[in-house]
């Protein structure tokens, strides 16, 4: 889903509301792509969903356990409530905004920085965010305004998955353990 302002218009969309409450509430795959601010309650519940937006009211990724969400811009309150999977990236993010009792905010972790390039390009291709083109423009500089919000439990879990595979042994017992 790919949301943008019409071409004549004249406002400026990372300053502007653009779309509803409860966008990607229960999205379990696809893409959502959002050029400006939504209202509250953005991917909530987000299963497997990337959505990208310029910026979302209170209660963002609450409920999330899995996806990937980038915010290109603001995050209303309590952000991240109850969220046990999945990953958040934020712009310049306010760390008072963050309900940070199953999440920790993190710099963008080394293995994640092309990825999360790659998925911020292809915003920037099928919306024309100026946003996106400006944090391209120095990618090495402005990578280090992002933070990653990631849920401790779920960080555990990939940890446990990584090492089990690095060392042949069943996924599923190292999980469990």
């Known amino acids: 889903m790919i949301v943008r302002p019409d071409e004549r218009a004249t406002l400026t969309s990372h300053e502007n509301v653009i779309a509803g409450n409860v966008i990607g509430y229960g999205a379990t795959s696809g893409e959502i792509f959002i050029r400006g601010l939504v209202g509250e309650r953005f991917c909530v519940r987000n299963s497997g969903a990337t959505a990208v937006v310029e910026g979302v009211g209170d209660h963002g990724c609450e409920y999330m356990t899995g996806g990937t969400v980038v915010i290109l811009g603001h995050t209303g309150r309590n952000f991240a409530a109850g969220m046990s999977g999945g990953r958040a990236f934020v712009l310049d993010l306010n760390p008072a905004q963050v309900n940070t009792e199953m999440v920790d ?73």
Do not use: C
């Open 105 to 177: 905010i993190l710099a963008v972790l080394e293995d994640q920085r092309e990825a999360l390039k790659s998925i911020i390009s292809t915003f920037h291709t099928e919306t024309g965010s100026e946003v996106a083109a400006e944090l391209l423009k120095d990618w090495s500089a402005a990578v280090n305004r992002i933070s990653l919000i990631m849920p401790r439990d779920y960080a555990r879990v990939l940890a446990a998955i990584e090492r089990a595979t690095k060392d042949g042994l069943p996924v599923d017992q190292y999980v469990m353990e």
